[in-house]
């Protein structure tokens, strides 16, 4: 069964950091996984993504983080992480991670329930 946990959320100031992990079990990166997401929803918002990486290493980017959030990927551990620098209010939002995996014999994609994370003052 394949089970994705975020952690790592929080309350931090504007301009602060964060770094989100999200860890996987029931999948191996360097053999099931095909890319990794993060996701996130603020209130009253569509869910939008922010960051991916593939399993490749080529990691992309909402316009709306570029400069300020690394994704980025631990095979060994099976886990993706979010590093969140110079974090604005409108950074505000659960986020979330998503794997897209070929376990079976089509490729499917897994979430996680997602982490609170809260920039204020």
């Known amino acids: 069964q394949v089970q994705l946990v975020e952690s790592g959320g929080g309350l931090v100031q504007p301009g602060g950091s964060l770094r989100l992990s999200c860890a996987a079990s029931g999948i191996i990166f360097s053999s099931n996984a095909i890319a990794m997401y993060w996701y996130r929803q603020a209130p009253g918002k569509q869910r939008e993504s922010v960051a991916d990486i593939t399993s490749g290493g080529s990691a992309h980017y909402a316009d709306f983080v570029k400069g300020r959030f690394t994704i980025s990927r631990n095979n060994a551990q099976n886990t993706v992480y979010l590093q969140m620098n110079d974090l604005h209010p409108d950074d505000t939002a659960v986020y979330s991670c998503?794997?897209?995996?070929?376990?079976?014999?089509?490729?499917?994609?897994?979430w996680g329930r997602g982490t609170q994370v809260t920039v204020s003052s």
């Open positions: 998503n794997v897209l995996a070929r376990i079976g014999p089509v490729p499917a994609t897994y």
